[in-house]
């Protein structure tokens, strides 16, 4: 196996293997190899890995491929998005701060600052607000909306005491739901929204997500708790989410770096 080179960035708490794919020299078919880096402890270690290239395309400058740790394609990330983004910044890939990557779910124009990297999402689609899956009483069903994947929204009073690796799977994996869906438990703070997010793909609770911070937004403006823009708290950081009154369109805002380069092999 040849040497391969990879960054490892975040985005609030949500890390990626990213690795320069201009050469087109990963084997991005072998689902089990992309699961085996992302294994905690024993590979590098990440919630998803992401091939950035080139776009073949007159709309878009950048190309995003993305995994989800247990090595399967994903057609969208909102944090992996920012990092591509970031990254292709930082290796010259793009001229000036602002540019478009193409993600399998679509187009997104970026503005990349210092520090901080802005993302214009598609727009969301599946909007149902009573999927009728919600087995708490004392919780309030968000929803469920496809923000480049599906997420599901729960409303609780405090997410900080949840034991998300329980409750979360049965929703989950539930039958109202044939893809499966991210879940996500929303608490209105003073200031906007906390959220945590169990991701598919990663099979738990992630420190930070991008599309599941856009729906739980989305669906807490929806239900009257918040306006755009809306100041998200999550695990690994803060993030803010902008909208306007037809999501027509949607920005994901907040950090995202490189924490280090490798080599494998």
Not at 115 to 144: I, K
Not at 147 to 176: C, K, N
Not at 191 to 213: A, I
């Amino acid at each position: 196996m040849r040497p391969l080179h990879f960054f490892k960035m975040a985005g609030t708490g949500n890390d990626f293997i990213v690795i320069d794919h201009r050469q087109k020299h990963f084997e991005s078919g072998n689902a089990s190899w992309i699961a085996s880096l992302c294994a905690r402890r024993t590979g590098v270690g990440a919630d998803g890995l992401i091939l950035v290239e080139s776009a073949a395309s007159a709309e878009a400058d950048v190309r995003m491929h993305y995994f989800n740790a247990d090595g399967h394609r994903a057609s969208m990330c909102g944090n992996g998005a920012r990092c591509t983004a970031r990254l292709a910044h930082h290796l010259g890939m793009v001229t000036g701060n602002r540019f478009t990557l193409l993600s399998d779910e679509g187009l997104h124009p970026v503005t990349v600052f210092e520090n901080r990297v802005a993302l214009t999402m598609t727009a969301p689609t599946g909007l149902n607000l009573t999927p009728g899956v919600l087995e708490n009483p004392r919780w309030r069903e968000g929803g469920l909306i496809d923000t480049g994947v599906p997420h599901y929204v729960i409303f609780v009073d405090d997410v900080s005491g949840l034991d998300i690796e329980q409750i979360a799977p049965p929703y989950r994996r539930h039958p109202a739901f044939p893809e499966g869906a991210n879940v996500n438990f929303v608490s209105k703070t003073g200031s906007g929204l906390s959220v945590r997010t169990f991701e598919r793909g990663v099979e738990g609770e992630t420190l930070s997500c991008g599309t599941g911070c856009v729906a739980s937004a989305l669906l807490a403006a929806r239900a009257g708790l918040v306006q755009s823009p809306v100041s998200i708290e999550t695990p690994g950081g803060q993030l803010e989410v902008q909208f306007d009154a037809h999501w027509s369109r949607v920005i994901l805002a907040g950090p995202a770096r490189i924490i280090y380069s490798g080599q494998i092999g």
